[in-house]
């Protein structure tokens, strides 16, 4: 039988999952690319995801006026870093399916349309809660590691 209180929690925290991918990637795509490429990061992250999801301090119109650039370092990115890859070709399914869940049409067609989607959704399926779970906490602990290596790059002991 189904079960309506079950579906809910796992629609809820699949969105938090999303959540957590989404913030994780904006904090570790800078760390990636290196200092002073915040900006550049999340129009990266806003191309993948075929949506100004990342906003403010101009992204949006640097997007736009770099659409080729962007595109560029984004596709870049996803062929070579095999965890963010990962995670990201399977945020673009649970975006998807929220995007489903909440009847935004014209969203669905943008991503079902856009470049990471159309090349990695057959590479990458829609995952299951607890595999996207999974994804998540790892790229989480990557990011984590990244950031302790960046800091010990960058500090001034590290020099």
Do not use: C
């Not at 997007?63 to 673009?92: F, G, P």
Request: net charge positive; charged share 30%.
């Amino acid at each position: 039988m189904f079960n309506i209180f079950k579906a809910k929690r796992d629609a809820d925290k699949m969105f938090k999952l999303y959540e957590r991918a989404l913030n994780t990637a904006n904090k570790y795509l800078p760390i990636k690319l290196g200092p002073g490429n915040a900006q550049i990061a999340s129009a990266m992250l806003n191309e993948i995801l075929s949506e100004d999801v990342f906003r403010g301090n101009g992204v949006e119109l640097f997007r736009s006026e770099n659409r080729q650039l962007i595109e560029e370092k984004a596709r870049k990115v996803m062929k070579d870093d095999l965890t963010l890859r990962e995670v990201m070709a399977k945020t673009l399914w649970v975006k998807w399916l929220l995007d489903k869940a909440f009847n935004r049409i014209a969203s669905v067609a943008t991503l079902e349309n856009g470049w990471a989607y159309q090349i990695y959704s057959s590479e990458y399926p829609m995952p299951t809660l607890e595999e996207y779970e999974s994804i998540v906490t790892n790229f989480e602990k990557k990011m984590e590691f990244e950031l302790g290596k960046y800091l010990m790059e960058h500090s001034r002991g590290g020099r």
